[in-house]
């Protein structure tokens, strides 16, 4: 399987702390994105980043990719409580399928 | 419309009953894809449709899974004879094409909780 896995399955942080989830995966891909889901508004993708690129920024969100590693990781600034939610990577490799892993669940303290 | 809906929103049956989840995807987007996710766990792909080509079909857990895309916009995916272990959220999403990589966002619709007694 191409699922990824984030890591670690639980966070809890400070309001106003960095946080920081993982993700490993197994074949290679195209692309790797990232999607917050929370019961107020589902699930929303946050960010995307292409298998030739190596850092990507979007507001307070930064992604990282290490091709050779097979991995990821989502860096969120200056969290804040509305940041309180589960983070799913989904891996894509064809076109056709993505592989979602079983998510990062993110609690942000006010 | 603004996004992708889906209905019911909850579906309660009894097992051994058929269910039909619905999806309406965003208009224009070729692409459709049903997920089944678990409490607390992650998505679990179920089957993708893309304009009209044959539907990839392989994250189907059984036989008693089918789907169906009309014109090529409106989905139903189907759970026969229903089992206790059916019982989870569905969620479909559409995104914009295939042909480019950039174009795969997937936008989410807010799932149906379908529960088997």
């Known amino acids: 399987s191409q699922q990824g896995e984030e890591d670690p399955q639980a966070l809890s942080i400070q309001e106003g702390e960095n946080a920081t989830m993982n993700c490993s995966y197994k074949?290679?891909?195209?692309?790797l994105q990232w999607y917050r889901q929370n019961s107020g508004r589902g699930l929303v993708h946050l960010i995307l980043?292409?298998?030739?690129?190596r850092e990507k920024h979007s507001g307070r969100l930064r992604v990282t990719l290490d091709t050779s590693k097979k991995s990821s990781s989502l860096l969120i600034t200056a969290s804040r409580a509305a940041d309180t939610a589960s983070y799913f990577c989904?891996?894509?490799?064809?076109?056709?399928?993505?592989?979602f892993g079983t998510g990062t669940s993110l609690t942000v303290i006010p | 419309g603004a996004g992708v809906s889906q209905s019911p929103s909850n579906k309660v049956t009894e097992k051994g009953k058929d269910v039909e989840l619905r999806c309406d995807p965003i208009?224009?987007?070729?692409?459709l894809y049903w997920y089944r996710q678990s409490l607390g766990q992650g998505l679990e792909f179920l089957i993708y449709f893309q304009g009209n080509s044959a539907p990839d079909k392989s994250g189907l857990p059984s036989d008693r899974f089918s789907a169906e895309r009309t014109g090529g916009s409106v989905s139903t995916l189907t759970i026969q004879r229903t089992q206790q272990e059916d019982s989870a959220v569905y969620l479909c999403a559409s995104s914009p094409g295939q042909f480019d990589t950039s174009y795969n966002e997937q936008f989410f619709g807010p799932g149906t909780r379908l529960t088997v007694l």
């Open positions: 989904a891996t894509e490799a064809n076109g056709n399928q993505f592989y």
């Open positions: 208009s224009g987007h070729t692409a």
């Open positions: 074949t290679s891909i195209n692309n």
């Open positions: 980043i292409r298998s030739n690129e």
